[in-house]
Each structure stands twice: as C-alpha cells, then as structure tokens.
C-alpha cells in the first residue's frame, strides 16, 4: 500500500475509534448497552421501562447527545489546521 494511502488509513481509524469511544461514553452514561459493532455502525439497546413514552424520549434524548458530540467533533476536524487528507 502506497505511504500515502497508508498515512490515510491509520488517520481513519484513529477517527473511528475516537467517535466510537465518545458514543460508548455516552451510551453508558444513558445506561444503554452496545449490542455490536456493524461497519461504521453500532446497534445499541435499552432496557425497557413501564410507559412506552418515556422509552422513546429517552433513545430520542441519547441520538441527540450523539449527533451533539458528532458534530461538535466533525467542527474541530475541520478548524484543524493539520488534516488528514
């Protein structure tokens, strides 16, 4: 594989694992539990609560700190005055 290519690689994976950790941080925060890994995606659950309503406020709540954390990381990639490509 070309240095390059390489260089690229490595760097894709240090992001991977970055935003990985910050969503499994998050998760257990919210007392969710990591199902599995599938690719770029992580399937997750909650334990059921009495009032349905609740539940889906709560997954709700938890999609809305990833995509928070998401973005607020994705803002820092890009100020970065070292990227990766």
């Not at 240090?14 to 935003?19: G, T």
């Not at 257990?28 to 659950?45: P, Q």
């Not at 349905?52 to 970065?80: D, H, I, K, P």
Request: hydrophobic residues 50%.
């Amino acid at each position: 594989m070309p240095p390059r290519l390489l260089t690229l690689a490595k760097n894709l994976t240090i992001i991977i694992n970055k935003f990985f950790t910050q969503m499994l941080e998050i998760l257990a925060n919210r007392d969710g539990t990591r199902l599995k890994f599938a690719s770029d995606a992580l399937l997750a659950f909650f334990l059921a609560r009495d009032d349905w309503t609740l539940n889906v406020g709560y997954v709700v709540r938890t999609m809305s700190q990833f995509q928070l954390r998401n973005q607020a990381t994705e803002e820092a990639v890009y100020r970065s005055p070292a990227r990766i490509w």
